[in-house]
């Protein structure tokens, strides 16, 4: 297992270097000018010469590419071009929004989506499991931010429930903290509800055709131990690698439900970001977020062991 380990760590190197060349090499040929969005529209030519000159912008691709690389591997990001920050600061200050909006979202979403799939397996072709499948194609349809505003309408101002926007740190309170974070949650997790339920009936339906829980109904076991002991357990490895690729949704859902619910995360940093064309923090934020996507990838590879004794690294 430690041998697969480092293996897989290994084969990850390539390709972040070839995610870090690429995030430099497209926002390099990006239009646009953030010397010029720094002068402001009254600079001279001089002006931005001297401003490209002090960020760098004058100097080839390759140095610096070349420069970026280096100071990544010593763990700098650079700075913000605007305000001068650190780019590691900047995404510890947004760090717990994200990281407790995607954590909130991932338990609802499991929570909800396995129970529900595992029974529209078990009654398939029923009401249920109709409404279920109704269910899954809607919420792939339907737009994030649509699914916000709608929860926002609802909820904070029609029932004024809970507040529509903001955060509040955990340190503040439990109850402040979850308050801000259901409407948000219940926002993203909408579509991978739907993705989870569908993948679990899919699979579900799969085992419940098997011998062996034949068997076990033929012995009289109560239907609960069928589905959640037996069946569930065989079909726990399709269910998993799902949850782990849909991780990638929520990330990309993140940037746009943290801009709906004014929630200041990384995704609300990283939409601002590329409006004002920061090079520094669009590249830190890509970067760290393919490097945790890959980094839940090889845990997720790693629980299969787990989960079913026969796979062996």
Same mark, same amino acid.
């Given at each position: 297992?430690?041998?697969? &380990? $480092?293996?897989?760590?290994?084969? !990850?190197?390539? +390709? ?17 000018? %953030? ?8 600079? #001279? %030519?001089?002006?931005?010469? =001297? &401003? ?10 390759? !140095? ?15 700075? @913000? ?8 600061? $900047? ?6 929004? #994200? ?18 799939? +595992? ?12 409404? *279920? ?7 792939? @349809?339907?737009?994030?931010?649509? *699914? ?7 909820? !904070? ?22 308050? /801000? ?5 219940? #926002?993203? @997790? ?23 829980? =034949? ?11 069928? $589905? ?7 079909? @726990?490895?399709?269910? +998993? ?9 929520? *990330?990309?859902? !993140? ?7 004014? &929630?200041?995360?990384?995704? /609300? ?6 409006? /004002? ?8 934020? +890509? ?8 980094? &839940? ?12 004794? =026969?796979?062996?690294?």
């Amino acid at each position: 297992m430690f041998a697969y &380990i $480092l293996r897989r760590a290994g084969a !990850a190197l390539p +390709v972040m270097a070839l995610v870090a060349f690429f995030i430099f090499s497209l926002l390099y040929l990006a239009p646009g000018d %953030p010397a010029a969005m720094i002068a402001g529209d009254q600079a #001279t %030519p001089e002006d931005l010469a =001297r &401003i490209r000159e002090s960020l760098g912008l004058s100097r080839p691709f390759l !140095a610096q590419f070349g420069d970026w690389a280096w100071r990544v591997l010593h763990l700098d990001l650079g700075k @913000s071009i605007f305000t001068g920050t650190p780019v590691t600061a $900047l995404i510890a200050q947004r760090l717990e929004a #994200t990281g407790s909006l995607l954590v909130m979202t991932l338990v609802l979403a499991v929570t909800v989506a396995v129970p529900l799939g +595992v029974i529209a397996a078990w009654k398939s072709g029923s009401f249920f499991d109709r409404a *279920i499948m109704a269910f899954a194609v809607f919420g792939f @349809s339907v737009p994030v931010f649509a *699914i916000g505003y709608l929860i926002a309408w609802i909820f !904070a101002l029609q029932l004024q429930w809970l507040p529509v926007q903001g955060y509040v740190p955990f340190s503040e309170g439990f109850w402040p903290w979850l308050q /801000r974070l259901i409407l948000p949650a219940l #926002t993203m @997790s909408f579509g991978y509800v739907a993705l989870i339920a569908r993948i679990t009936r899919t699979t579900m339906l799969e085992v419940l055709q098997q011998d062996y829980i =034949r068997t076990a109904r033929a012995k009289g076991l109560a239907s609960k131990g069928v $589905l959640f002991v037996h069946a569930l357990k065989n079909a @726990s490895v399709p269910i +998993v690698t799902v949850i782990g690729l849909g991780i990638a949704m929520l *990330i990309g859902g !993140a940037v746009v439900t943290e801009s709906v619910f004014a &929630i200041p995360g990384i995704g /609300r940093l990283t939409v601002d970001a590329i409006l /004002r064309r920061d090079y520094p923090v669009i590249q830190g934020v +890509v970067l760290m977020f393919s490097f945790a996507y890959l980094l &839940i990838n090889l845990l997720i590879d790693v629980s299969y062991t787990l989960l079913d004794p =026969r796979i062996r690294y």
